[in-house]
């Protein structure tokens, strides 16, 4: 991916630099692009780098990591390998909630960073930090493993969210023409489906005319049903990018016949950005080796590969708020070998985490996991744990830890949330329990729907 002609050059960083949080985005690219035809062995020496430098900064400038590493003896000056990582305990996201300030670097102003929250689906919602700096290479890897599909830049997208805060309805003049012109992305609201709603995405599909579709695999997967039963041409789309949940075989599948494209699928976090992604090989997932250091560990110890085990990332970009060794809560797979396809990036295959199903209404509207998550979770007070049981249309059961104790004013936002996003829901129920356990796979499963007709996510 090269940054092309006037537009890509000037209009568009102008853009990003002024309006996206994501200045010297060129040379960014030039930067990173070209490390797509680095041997292994030049990725490998640059992660190296890059990771002493964070572990030298964590060191210096954060209280956390000051302490945590004279505790342990941990040296970042005399590592002599990635591996020397492994005599550090792993960070959870109970740690980030309990040391969040200690763990902010002392030598970034507060106007330098942003504040984010993790997507939810591990029913914990996690406020994190972010230096505005690292916006920019965000960006670039984001582009990188899109133009694997055969995406170019300007090209058109078409976003298939369930989170309606991102579709903000009131966008200026300005907002609407860069939209438009510039990013050429188009939104489209997928937290509640039904026949209308479908209806009016598959009709402005087909206006928009999108080169890339980008989107959750439960509401894409309904959409592309929706295509399929209709006959509905979509010819013209290069491909078909699933983040945010697990990617299912026969969702996959469904995306492919009802898109008519080839399915990508790309494992990101709101904590560290694009972590991994396919490439037109559609085999393994290249782990954006320059962005993050990943381990595959159990009880905290690296596995080989070939082993599934916790995946466990070292953010190598943001310096705001340096994260070391988080466990992210999901698993995979380091496979040790090189993909067919050229490039050097490590692969990594198997990655599951959280099962979410979908739910479903009174009047028989799908209400997808990840609006779940986004609606309740995400824009909630902080819980311990949350875990959503419909046992039919009309009752749910909320089952919350006790680590916070919640109080009344956390069940009541949950019992008027459900009420307004499931139409016709009569009893929602609650239940306090010490924790939420995984499945014996390991996963956890943050919504489950025993009502007939509602899960499409397993």
Same mark, same amino acid.
């Given at each position: 991916?090269?940054?092309?002609?006037?537009?890509?050059?000037?209009?568009?960083? #102008?853009?990003?630099?002024?309006?996206?949080?994501?200045?010297?985005?060129?040379?960014?690219?030039?930067?990173?692009?070209?490390?797509?035809?680095?041997?292994?062995?030049?990725?490998?020496?640059?992660?190296?780098?890059?990771?002493?430098?964070?572990?030298?900064?964590?060191?210096?400038?954060?209280?956390?990591?000051?302490?945590?590493?004279?505790?342990?003896?941990?040296?970042?000056?005399?590592?002599?390998?990635?591996?020397?990582?492994?005599?550090?305990?792993?960070?959870?996201?109970?740690?980030?909630?309990?040391?969040?300030?200690?763990?902010?670097?002392?030598?970034?102003?507060?106007?330098?960073?942003?504040?984010?929250?993790?997507?939810?689906?591990?029913?914990?919602?996690?406020?994190?930090?972010?230096?505005?700096?690292?916006?920019?290479?965000?960006?670039?890897?984001?582009?990188?493993?899109?133009? #694997?599909?055969?995406?170019?830049?300007?090209?058109?997208?078409?976003?298939? #969210?369930?989170?309606?805060?991102?579709?903000?309805?009131?966008?200026?003049?300005?907002?609407?023409?860069?939209?438009?012109?510039?990013?050429?992305?188009?939104?489209?609201?997928?937290?509640?489906?039904?026949?209308?709603?479908?209806?009016?995405?598959?009709?402005?599909?087909?206006?928009?005319?999108?080169?890339?579709?980008?989107?959750?695999?439960?509401?894409?997967?309904?959409?592309?049903?929706?295509?399929?039963?209709?006959?509905?041409?979509?010819?013209?789309?290069?491909?078909?990018?699933?983040?945010?949940?697990?990617?299912?075989?026969?969702?996959?599948?469904?995306?492919?016949?009802?898109?008519?494209?080839?399915?990508?699928?790309?494992?990101?976090?709101?904590?560290?950005?694009?972590?991994?992604?396919?490439?037109?090989?559609?085999?393994?997932?290249?782990?954006?080796?320059?962005?993050?250091?990943?381990?595959?560990?159990?009880?905290?110890?690296?596995?080989?590969?070939?082993?599934?085990?916790?995946?466990?990332?070292?953010?190598?970009?943001?310096?705001?708020?340096?994260?070391?060794?988080?466990?992210?809560?999901?698993?995979?797979?380091?496979?040790?070998?090189?993909?067919?396809?050229?490039?050097?990036?490590?692969?990594?295959?198997?990655?599951?985490?959280?099962?979410?199903?979908?739910?479903?209404?009174?009047?028989?509207?799908?209400?997808?996991?990840?609006?779940?998550?986004?609606?309740?979770?995400?824009?909630?007070?902080?819980?311990?744990?949350?875990?959503?049981?419909?046992?039919?249309?009309?009752?749910?059961?909320?089952?919350?830890?006790?680590?916070?104790?919640?109080?009344?004013?956390?069940?009541?936002?949950?019992?008027?949330?459900?009420?307004?996003?499931?139409?016709?829901?009569?009893?929602?129920?609650?239940?306090?329990?010490?924790?939420?356990?995984?499945?014996?796979?390991?996963?956890?499963?943050?919504?489950?729907?025993?009502?007939?007709?509602?899960?499409?996510?397993?």
């Amino acid at each position: 991916m090269r940054c092309h002609g006037v537009f890509n050059q000037l209009v568009m960083p #102008w853009y990003y630099s002024r309006y996206g949080g994501a200045p010297n985005l060129c040379r960014a690219c030039r930067d990173l692009i070209n490390h797509n035809e680095w041997s292994r062995e030049q990725l490998e020496e640059y992660q190296f780098h890059q990771l002493k430098k964070m572990l030298n900064h964590a060191g210096q400038h954060t209280a956390y990591y000051k302490r945590l590493f004279q505790a342990h003896g941990f040296g970042p000056e005399k590592i002599s390998s990635p591996g020397d990582l492994a005599r550090l305990p792993l960070l959870t996201k109970d740690i980030i909630r309990a040391h969040y300030h200690e763990l902010l670097s002392d030598n970034i102003a507060d106007k330098m960073r942003h504040e984010s929250f993790t997507g939810g689906t591990t029913g914990v919602k996690v406020r994190f930090c972010r230096d505005n700096e690292c916006r920019t290479k965000r960006t670039v890897f984001q582009w990188r493993s899109d133009n #694997w599909t055969g995406w170019k830049l300007h090209s058109r997208v078409a976003v298939i #969210w369930p989170a309606a805060q991102d579709l903000m309805p009131n966008r200026s003049i300005k907002q609407k023409i860069a939209d438009k012109f510039i990013t050429r992305d188009r939104v489209y609201y997928a937290g509640i489906l039904n026949e209308k709603s479908l209806a009016d995405i598959a009709a402005d599909l087909k206006k928009f005319k999108p080169k890339l579709v980008r989107c959750f695999p439960s509401p894409g997967t309904e959409v592309a049903r929706y295509l399929i039963d209709r006959n509905i041409n979509m010819d013209g789309i290069e491909g078909v990018i699933c983040t945010g949940e697990p990617l299912y075989p026969h969702q996959r599948r469904l995306l492919e016949q009802g898109f008519m494209a080839p399915v990508y699928d790309l494992y990101a976090s709101r904590e560290t950005g694009t972590i991994a992604a396919e490439c037109r090989n559609h085999h393994d997932l290249h782990i954006a080796a320059d962005s993050v250091y990943l381990e595959v560990v159990k009880g905290g110890c690296p596995l080989p590969p070939g082993k599934e085990g916790e995946i466990v990332l070292t953010d190598l970009c943001n310096f705001g708020m340096p994260l070391i060794r988080y466990a992210i809560n999901d698993y995979g797979t380091l496979t040790g070998n090189n993909c067919g396809c050229g490039l050097s990036y490590p692969t990594l295959r198997n990655v599951v985490g959280r099962i979410c199903d979908n739910f479903i209404d009174s009047e028989g509207n799908v209400i997808t996991s990840s609006s779940l998550v986004l609606h309740l979770i995400d824009d909630g007070p902080p819980v311990g744990q949350v875990q959503l049981i419909q046992e039919s249309p009309t009752e749910i059961l909320v089952r919350l830890s006790n680590n916070p104790h919640p109080d009344e004013s956390v069940m009541q936002y949950y019992e008027q949330s459900l009420r307004r996003i499931i139409k016709g829901l009569k009893t929602v129920k609650f239940s306090m329990v010490d924790k939420i356990e995984t499945e014996k796979s390991g996963k956890y499963r943050f919504a489950i729907c025993k009502a007939p007709h509602g899960k499409t996510g397993n």
